[in-house]
């Protein structure tokens, strides 16, 4: 039986399905569920713009002109500049797969002008006052707002993301040398990382016998974020300058509105480094693997 012509789609496809049992190479870590879900959801946009455009995608037909057509396609579908950015990241990824094991011989997506698009990533942090401020509000009507606030300071005190701060157990918790320390393997990187326990961490651990707050689904927490800073009066003025759909957008918010479960490592990192702790220190706890990711 011969076999059929592997075309971008099938290869493509093959290559997804695949990647739940691929290592990335750098960390010795699976692919996780997340990175999937946006190679699946990429390949959807490519075949929802093919239908639309009427552009026959094929290994050959992803060029210059399909890169332009393809972005400019994503920005009416007001998707930001750094998720567009991802997406091209990921076909690129498709393409380079293919090309590697000889199906692909199409370099156009290595050209200098296919690029990943970028902007500025606009993100706050909460200084140590504001921080405070979170900390000192009495949640105790309202379990999920108190258990979204520990999460989030455990989060700010630690310098984890979202992924391993929500979710700790007690059996996370040990002593090393006299101090205590969460002791955990980072679901992003699968390196092990102990973390000294901070005061405030501790005041956490023990309002709940000595366990970590339950876990939370990441959206409720964020959901829970804003009226958290809201209560306790985070509402300094930012402008947020933003490009959707390829036109720049300016918006003046409320500081807690922009709170999120990123901000706690952000918060982190920026104490520290304000504080004068030296970077490789920081990162050392943040798990960061490069100083220009962590600047």
């Known amino acids: 039986e011969i076999e059929k012509e592997i075309t971008f789609y099938s290869f493509t496809e093959k290559f997804i ?15 996780s569920e997340r990175t999937i879900q946006d190679y699946n959801r990429v390949l959807d946009l490519i075949k929802s713009f093919e239908k639309k455009k009427k552009y026959n995608i094929s290994f050959d037909s992803i060029n210059l002109e399909f890169y332009y057509s393809f972005v400019s396609y994503l920005q009416k579908l007001d998707f930001s500049v750094n998720t567009i950015g991802k997406f091209i990241k990921i076909l690129k990824v498709f393409m380079n797969g293919a090309t590697e094991l000889g199906f692909n011989t199409n370099l156009s997506y290595k050209n200098k002008h296919f690029i990943k698009p970028t902007a500025i990533s606009e993100q706050i942090y909460l200084n140590l006052k504001e921080l405070d401020q979170i900390i000192a509000l009495n949640l105790k009507q309202e379990p999920i707002l108190d258990n979204a606030r520990d999460l989030f300071i455990i989060g700010a005190f630690t310098g984890l993301r979202v992924s391993d701060f929500n979710g700790l157990t007690k059996e996370n918790i040990s002593t090393y040398k006299n101090q205590r320390i969460f002791k955990l393997i980072i679901k992003k990187t699968g390196k092990y990382l102990p973390i000294p326990l901070h005061p ?34 985070i509402s300094e ?59």
């Open 17 to 31: 399905g695949q990647s739940k049992n691929r290592i990335i190479e750098k960390t010795g870590a699976k692919i």
């Open 200 to 233: 405030e961490v501790e005041k956490i651990l023990k309002k709940n016998e000595g366990h970590p707050p339950e876990k939370m689904y990441s959206q409720k927490i964020n959901d829970a974020l804003s009226k958290i800073g809201f209560k306790a009066k």
């Open 237 to 295: 003025k930012i402008t947020i300058n933003t490009i959707k759909g390829g036109k720049k957008i300016r918006k003046i918010l409320p500081k807690y509105d922009l709170i999120k479960n990123h901000t706690a490592r952000r918060s982190f990192c920026t104490n520290a480094y304000i504080a004068g702790m030296p970077t490789i220190d920081i990162m050392a706890i943040s798990g960061h693997s490069s100083e220009k990711t962590f600047l």
